[in-house]
């Protein structure tokens, strides 16, 4: 059976590490993925990598647990909180967790609650004993008539025209869009799109090569070569390192 793929959620170094100490040498069945010391960070890592399951404690820096809970529309993982403080412990159940962690980690009761996740992982597997089909994210492109969904891996890249947008799929016309290219890279920046230029969103699974020479440009799927803005030349590297950390 595959690992649990994990998020730790932990703004205290000594924290994090005493955690990831534990799972390390305790719990040889979890795969850390991700390793988050903000709500924002941890919001950002959830949507990127769909963890089997998350520990998340509940004082963050920026924002509460809960906050970062709230944030996640449509969560698949197990949550397992781990925190200093028992009186949070209703609203945990409320937000259907597996367990409830205190500080100082009992590595027994670790145990105990990693057991109960891969225990739900066992029985999804042998549910109906047929495996899932896994679907490509869809969304909801606003057009003047409503809106069309399109699956995300149809899309290669989005141009700025005027105060609108335009969508380019692999097949079939551009996709003209009734909101700016700003909307869209703000709703799609944490689904593998990236802003490389003014004009320009791109979809990094969409890329069939990185050009580095000078300010550099990627070369889409269907041949359309793209520059890299200077200003935007940064974000596009870190993008791109998540990217294929992710693949």
């Known amino acids: 059976m595959s690992k649990l793929r994990a998020i730790l959620v932990e703004d205290e170094p000594s924290g994090m590490d005493n955690l990831r100490w534990k799972l390390q040498n305790n719990c040889p069945e979890v795969e850390i993925i991700a ?51 028992d009186e949070y412990a209703i609203q945990a159940i409320k937000n259907s967790a597996l367990d409830y962690l205190l500080k100082p980690i009992d590595e027994d009761e670790l145990l105990d609650a990693v057991g109960k ?42 141009q700025a ?34 802003r490389i230029h003014h004009s320009y969103l791109i979809n990094l699974s969409a890329m069939t090569e990185y050009i580095r020479n000078e300010g550099g440009f990627v070369i889409m799927e269907g041949g359309k070569a793209i520059s890299i803005s200077r200003r935007r030349k940064d974000d596009f590297l870190k993008a791109l390192d998540r990217f294929n950390l992710n693949t």
């Open 35 to 85: 390793e988050c010391t903000s709500g924002k960070e941890a919001i950002r890592a959830i949507k990127m990598h769909l963890p089997d399951l998350l520990f998340l404690d509940i004082r963050l820096g920026d924002m509460s647990g809960f906050d970062v809970l709230e944030a996640i529309k449509h969560p698949t993982f197990d949550l397992i909180f781990t925190t200093s403080y």
């Open 117 to 158: 996740a891969r225990q739900k992982q066992r029985s999804s597997s042998f549910a109906g004993n047929t495996p899932e089909v896994p679907v490509a994210p869809r969304f909801g492109f606003p057009i003047s008539t409503g809106q069309q969904f399109i699956e995300l891996s149809e899309v290669i890249y989005a």
């Open 161 to 194: 025209e005027d105060n609108v947008a335009l969508v380019y799929l692999k097949e079939g016309k551009p996709l003209k869009i009734s909101r700016s290219l700003g909307w869209v890279e703000e709703e799609l920046k944490d689904l593998g799109f990236c």
